[in-house]
């Protein structure tokens, strides 16, 4: 069974205070690794895919790095509006298997 | 151009009753998910598919869950006997192939009182 961990549950941050998340998870045969942002009664909204192991990605602020077992979203001098909650998937076949999330608070 | 859009994006119903939800995806592609996420949880996915058929329905709870997608186009979950345990947020996703990237709608906030 595919099972998805992310820590930590919650995370709060001063503005400018770099940090990173942690998605680890166990997948019979990734096909990807995709990281999402949801802000609160919104659906989530799409930020990037990884592949294999060794790739990275770069959006603005956020940087999403792969190895066989873990990801991890760096968060780079965040602002007030990276506020969010940041969920992490791992696809198999055609479906999405979420962690819980990581909340995420940028303080001004 | 327009994202995938879901209706109603509230739903209040009383526990036994029947409901439909909605689902428009993005033009053109052919694979469409739902899944249903409850409060602090990611979402937990219920069934997809691709084009007129459901490729994978593994995910629905029980038998009181179904959902078609007769043109291939538009969805609707439909839930029989709702009871209190069904609330949460029901959301839609397409895309372009079935292990393309997964674009969310809004979703429909489902209360069963």
């Known amino acids: 069974e595919d099972q998805v961990t992310q820590s930590p549950e919650a995370l709060r941050l001063q503005e400018g205070e770099s940090s990173s998340l942690n998605c680890s998870y166990t997948?019979?045969?990734?096909?990807?690794l995709f990281w999402y942002r949801q802000d609160p009664g919104k659906g989530p909204e799409f930020l990037f895919t990884l592949y294999s192991a060794g790739e990275e990605k770069e959006k603005e602020r956020l940087k999403a790095t792969l190895t066989k077992k873990e990801s991890f979203l760096h968060i780079t001098a965040p602002k007030p509006e990276d506020s969010a909650t940041y969920l992490c998937a791992v696809q198999a076949n055609g479906a999405l298997t979420f962690g819980s999330g990581t909340r995420l608070q940028v303080q001004p | 151009g327009a994202g995938v859009s879901q209706t109603p994006s509230n739903k209040v119903t009383e526990k036994g009753k029947y409901v439909e939800l909605r689902c428009d995806p993005i033009?053109?592609?052919?694979?469409l998910y739902w899944y249903r996420q409850s409060l602090g949880q990611g979402p937990e996915f219920l069934i997809y598919f691709q084009g007129t058929g459901a490729a994978d329905d593994s995910g629905l709870p029980n038998d009181r869950f179904f959902a078609v997608r007769p043109e291939g186009s538009v969805s609707t979950l439909k839930i029989q006997r709702t009871e209190r345990g069904d609330s949460a947020v029901y959301l839609c996703?397409?895309?372009?192939?079935?292990?393309?990237?997964?674009?969310f709608g809004p979703g429909t906030r489902l209360l069963v009182l």
């Open positions: 997948v019979s045969g990734l096909r990807g």
């Open positions: 033009s053109g592609h052919t694979a």
């Open positions: 996703a397409s895309s372009q192939g079935m292990r393309e990237t997964q674009y």
